[in-house]
């Protein structure tokens, strides 16, 4: 029996495909095999012969089928190796092409502003870019001689021969909307209102277009404290600091009184802002308590309501967090631009995750 | 506006550092924008004194001098005629650089004789234009640096030069008395300005002035004098060396003394040579139009009616508050000078300044609002410096009109000023603010100077109290909020905008921000162009109308960029068009902009130009992405900037439009600039309706245990039938069992024949009830052939 088990390991051994395994198989444990032959011969054994050869035939036939298996297995592991070595390819050759849009810096800025206005309660409010000269000047306390709208570069549209009216303006700040919006709703009132704005000047720093951002707060009794908390509030979280210092400067607008330019703490080192440290101060807004004249314009009782109003550059706010250079490329869609200053569409700004 | 330091201190009485004063200034309000450290150039100077002086044996004019230095005695060859034996000179040594003649000293040898540096003149030290000679200094030790004796001696040659901005409220800090005034209000010294002793005329002003009744409105006073026998000329240094201090230049003294009064109280005059007053009357009315005058800036300005005309008997003299004429103007000749002292309306100024386009000092103060109550004091003040230094006698006042009454009073509700500014301000630290700025208080009304035109209300108070308070020590409170987590504040239209922006950047869009005016040409391509959504003041043709729509913006950038080698481009923007001029006639698009290939050049062979099912594909998307219905039409005839074959719009209903896509027309892209293929889309969000119901809850999810089963069918057809009819026809055979028909293959002419194609769709069939048996299939199936045949002629493919 050892002779058996000896040759057939062997056999097993030195098969070198599928097939002759396959024939040692039906050679050795098939029916009419070797080893069930031998275990045909079991039946002319005495009972004790058979109590000892039919375990030990048992013993083999598992023992040969079990070879059998493994080489079966081995050939096949063989077989597929050199089909993987066969199939070599390139992997250093590019991968599928997939082209990956992005989100313009200013819509991103102006959903990271909105993520932190809304935490405050602040709506985000609209209006029309073609405005009334009622709505851009006069009911913001700018009337017609007013130095101001000389100052502003207004940008008019053209009015057709025989029409007497005034002419509309490209609303020069996105404070008509605080006027709408007051008319819509009445007081108390939370809004921002995130807009383009139009102004006619072109240069280094300045493009006839651009984005501001107005906020609105009236109740009965906001002050000018809350304000500056506002907007401390702002700057901590738009630019992701735990403290920052921000210094009002009286100042003067015809929409509001007090009135106040604001001027964050920060440091420029090579050329990038940090936030909160540093001698220097940069000016990012303008802001004050809404004037009773314009109140009043807007339909809102000013002997019992109150509140401040703002407005920032988002463009400019943009630039400084993230440190684009030119006003000008913002418009001027050079996809290289795009692609560098542009954010992933995933990363949609919010609270929990960080702006 | 700008001011020396000296300057200032002559208004106000100060132990305050620069420093100090720089800040309070830029809290109050009057924000500094510079200082100028005029010394800075001089630092290298010092004092030398002159031990020996001899005539250069080569050259009459030049001296050889020993000067002792801070660095010993130096030989120095000297041209001036003054320089001689014992006196105290500015010495340049080799090395510094002298402004005045832009040079750096070096050691040089003059007609064989080494020299060692320069003794300076004022004119070489940029002080003043004197150059007769070098300085001599009176006093100064040999070695002190020669800023250091300036600032100690004639500290206004030296002394800085601050400068800021002015808001348009606060005329009165257009004069550096106004400006201390504040500065006192805060705390930082007092105020030592003095007005004149009024002077008594000797006799009878030879000159008269009347203002016709319609014109007092806007001219409302006009004081005058005459001054006799002045002698008129340079100005002492000490007013020549304040006006060039803050860049004015000196022009006769006269004259300077109109600019000096200008910036030192806000108070504009004029100066007529008397003499060339005709028929010695001035009179001021309103201008009918079309009077001309030559102004002191020799140009020739043409007056519209209603501007302020101030004429003698041959015509205009002067434009009112604006600019005086050359004709009548004070010359180094002048020795009878009128001086006008009046009061002009701030915005009949305004208008004729702005209307002449003159921008001169006197405008800009009257259209602000100069002190009206200072309109004679002005005059006697100028009176008096002028006789004080050109001689002369002065005639009586003449006066036509009346100084206007601008007082008024506001209650100071102190309480009122606490809330509103959120900081604990005494009241009576409010009202000791207030008289500080010069307010009169009477109980609880404020008085308002008369140099305070812009206070005209309560609120007007407020601002005064808490910038003198200063605001930069405001601290912050917090906001009442409501309390738990904040509600959303996105409106459904903000949410679905959003939704689009991200869904198109997902896609593999670029978004741009492209300006919201475009040049007429290209807007008229795109139905606009037209004159309701033109600028009346574009700052380029570029930029002359109102977009009527995103896809010329889009198609701009494309140009652009391939102008830059960028051929392959997808481009998005999201945003407002207009469709008229009015407010409210804008419409929010979304349009997205594919040019070029697919992708760019691939090894793996899945480069291909763009097509129109790219386009379509992208604005399904994006629809889904707004909430559109999944089921809706497919309809030709869309605007004709687009291939009038390759192009159709998404719509529920032929009159509900949510979006068009499709191939750009080709004539488009040449007039663009662009170079082809070029497929886009346009949504029109706010035409999406929104659901019905608000609630969270889908709808129940309805899986069907038995087995769905799919058989293909291929037709032959018209090329042009299209594909949606032989689905929707097919999807009709059994409304109940077809759950879903898509095409998958399409093949047009070859074998079929021209004008024929073959349509392969799948057919997916879920039963409900029981499992289909291939008897139920085969039915289904000749119904779907018999529909398909029925709507659209077309057979199945054997």
């Keep these: 029996m050892d ?151 207004t940008f008019y549209m053209a009015r057709a021969e025989g029409d007497e009216r005034p002419p509309h303006v490209l609303r020069t700040h996105t404070s008509p909307v605080q006027i709408r919006s007051m008319q819509d709703q009445g007081a108390p009132i939370r809004v921002i209102a995130p807009g383009r704005v139009y102004r006619a000047d072109y240069d280094q720093t300045h493009t006839p277009m651009f984005h501001q951002v107005e906020g609105l707060a009236i109740d009965t009794d906001i002050s000018m404290a809350n304000l500056k908390w506002v907007l401390e509030e702002f700057v901590k979280a738009y630019f992701g ?115 | 506006m700008k001011f020396t330091l000296s300057w200032l201190k002559e208004h106000l009485d100060t132990q305050a550092t620069l420093d100090d004063i720089l800040y309070a200034l830029t809290d109050l309000g009057l924000e500094v924008e510079g200082v100028e450290d005029r010394g800075a150039k001089l630092r290298d100077f010092t004092i030398g004194k002159v031990v020996k002086a001899e005539k250069h044996p080569d050259a009459d004019r030049l001296r050889v001098c020993q000067v002792d230095t801070d ?106 008395a106004g400006i201390a005034r504040d500065l006192a209000a805060r705390g930082l010294g007092t105020i030592k300005t003095t007005d004149p002793e009024p002077v008594t005329g000797t006799f009878p002003c030879p000159i008269s002035v009347t203002i016709e ?35 004015l230049r000196p022009i006769s003294f006269l004259v300077d003394v109109t600019n000096y009064f200008t910036y030192d109280r806000n108070r504009p005059l004029h100066v007529f040579d008397a003499d060339k007053v005709a028929g010695n009357a001035l009179r001021l009315y309103r201008a009918k139009g079309g009077e001309t005058i030559m102004g002191l800036d020799e140009k020739e300005y043409t007056f519209e009616a209603d501007q302020t005309i101030i004429a003698d008997e041959n015509g205009p003299e002067s434009i009112a508050g604006v600019m005086g004429g050359l004709h009548s103007g004070c010359t180094d000749e002048t020795v009878n000078v009128f001086i006008e002292a009046a009061y002009f309306d701030p915005i009949r100024t305004a208008y004729t300044g702005r209307a002449l386009k003159i921008n001169s000092d006197a405008r800009y103060r009257f259209e602000r609002g100069i002190d009206p109550a200072w309109t004679p004091i002005g005059l006697d003040a100028a009176t008096r410096l002028i006789m004080d230094v050109a001689g002369g006698e002065a005639s009586d006042i003449v006066v036509a009109g009346e100084i206007p009454d601008v007082s008024r009073a506001y209650k100071l509700d102190t309480d009122r000023v606490v809330s509103l500014v959120g900081m604990e301000i005494p009241a009576e630290t409010q009202r000791a603010s207030l008289e500080a700025l010069g307010f009169c208080m009477d109980g609880d009304m404020a008085h308002v100077p008369s ?114 080698g960028f051929m392959d481009l997808a481009l998005f923007e999201l945003g407002a068009a207009f469709h008229g001029g009015e407010p409210g006639e804008q419409h929010t698009l979304a349009t997205g902009l594919l040019v070029g290939k697919t992708l760019s050049k691939d090894v793996h062979g899945e480069s291909r130009g763009v097509d129109v099912y790219d386009a379509k594909a992208d604005a399904e998307a994006v629809l889904a992405a707004m909430g559109a219905p999944a089921k809706v039409q497919i309809l030709r005839g869309v605007s004709d900037w687009w291939h009038p074959g390759r192009s159709g719009k998404i719509c529920l209903g032929p009159k509900k439009v949510l979006g068009v896509f499709g191939e750009i027309h080709p004539k488009v892209l040449a007039e663009m600039d662009v170079k082809g293929p070029a497929v886009g889309f346009t949504l029109w969000p706010a035409e999406i309706p929104f659901p019905r119901t608000s609630g969270t809850t889908r709808s129940a999810l309805s899986l069907r245990d038995l087995q769905a089963v799919e058989r293909d069918f291929a037709f032959v057809l018209d090329a042009n039938v299209e594909a949606l009819n032989v689905v929707n026809a097919a999807a009709g055979a059994d409304k109940a069992l077809i759950e879903d028909v898509r095409v998958f293959d399409e093949f047009i002419g070859g074998s079929l024949g021209e004008g024929k194609k073959s349509l392969a769709i799948t057919v997916r069939m879920q039963p409900t009830e029981k499992t289909l048996t291939e008897k139920d299939i085969e039915a289904v199936a000749a119904k779907i052939v018999e529909k398909v045949a029925k709507a659209t002629g077309g057979v199945l493919r054997g």
């Design chain 2, 451 to 564: 140099w305070r035109p812009d206070v005209l209300g309560e609120a007007d108070l407020v601002e005064e109290v808490a910038r003198i308070a200063s605001l930069t020590k405001l601290k912050g409170i917090p906001m009442k909020r409501l309390p738990g987590v904040p509600k959303p504040v996105l409106t459904p239209m903000q949410t679905r905008e959003i939704a689009a922006r991200r869904t198109m950047a997902a896609l593999g869009y670029n978004e741009c921000v492209t300006y919201s005016f475009i040049d007429q040409k290209a807007a008229a391509l795109f139905d606009g162009g037209d004159e309701a959504s033109a600028l009346e003041n574009p700052i380029s043709s570029e930029m002359s109308h109102m977009r009527p729509a995103l896809l010329p913006g889009l198609l701009q950038a494309a140009a652009r960029n391939q102008a830059r």
């Design chain 1, 241 to 355: 600091v735990d403290d920052v210092e921000l210094r009002f400067r009286a100042s003067h607008f015809p929409f509001t009184e007090p009135s106040a330019e604001v001027d964050i703490r920060c440091s420029w080192e090579g050329g990038v802002l940090k936030v909160g440290e540093g001698d220097d101060w940069l000016e990012i807004l303008g802001s004050g308590m809404v004037h009773p004249k314009v109140l009043e314009a807007a339909g809102i009782d000013p002997t019992v309501y109150q509140g401040f109003a703002f407005g920032m550059g988002i463009d400019r706010i943009a630039m400084l967090k993230y440190g684009i250079p030119d006003l000008r490329a913002f418009f001027d869609s050079d996809l290289r631009w795009l692609r560098h200053y542009g954010f992933s569409p995933l990363q949609k700004p919010n609270l929990h995750g960080g702006l």
């Design chain 2, 71 to 176: 660095e010993g005695v130096k030989q120095i060859i000297c041209g001036a005629p003054n320089a001689r034996e014992g006196i105290t000179v500015v010495v340049a040594k080799p090395g510094v650089y002298v402004p005045g003649i832009d040079t750096t000293i070096g050691v040089g040898k003059i007609r064989g004789i080494e020299s060692f540096g320069m003794m300076a003149s004022e004119r070489e030290m940029e002080l003043s234009d004197e150059h007769d000679g070098i300085i001599e200094l009176p006093s100064g030790e040999v070695g002190e640096a020669f800023v250091d004796w300036l600032a100690a001696n004639d500290p206004a040659k030296v002394d800085p030069v601050i400068e800021i901005a002015i808001t348009p409220n606060r005329p009165d800090a257009l004069g550096v």
């Design chain 2, 213 to 247: 009744d319609d014109t007092l409105e806007v001219a409302p006073v006009f004081f005058g004098r005459v001054i006799k026998g002045v002698k008129n000329g340079p100005s002492p240094a000490w007013l020549q060396d304040k006006l060039r201090a803050i860049g």
């Design chain 1, 3 to 153: 002779d058996l088990r000896d040759k057939y390991l062997g056999l097993i051994g030195e098969a070198g495909d599928e097939a002759a395994i396959e024939a040692l198989r039906v050679q050795a444990v098939g029916k009419k095999g070797e080893v069930a032959l031998k275990m045909r011969e079991l039946g002319k054994m005495t009972p004790e012969e058979r109590q000892v050869m039919g375990p030990k035939l048992n013993a083999l036939k598992d023992e040969i089928n079990s070879a059998l298996a493994a080489k079966k297995a081995a050939l096949a592991d063989a077989a597929l190796n050199e089909r993987l070595q066969a199939e070599w390819l390139d992997v250093t050759l590019p991968g599928r092409g997939r082209s990956a849009g992005t989100i313009h810096p200013i819509s991103q800025v102006t959903e990271e502003v909105t993520a932190i206005f809304a935490d405050m309660g602040f709506a985000v409010a609209e209006g029309p870019q073609i405005e009334t000269d009622w709505y851009n000047f006069d009911a913001l306390n700018i009337p017609g001689h007013h130095p101001a709208r000389a100052e502003m570069d």
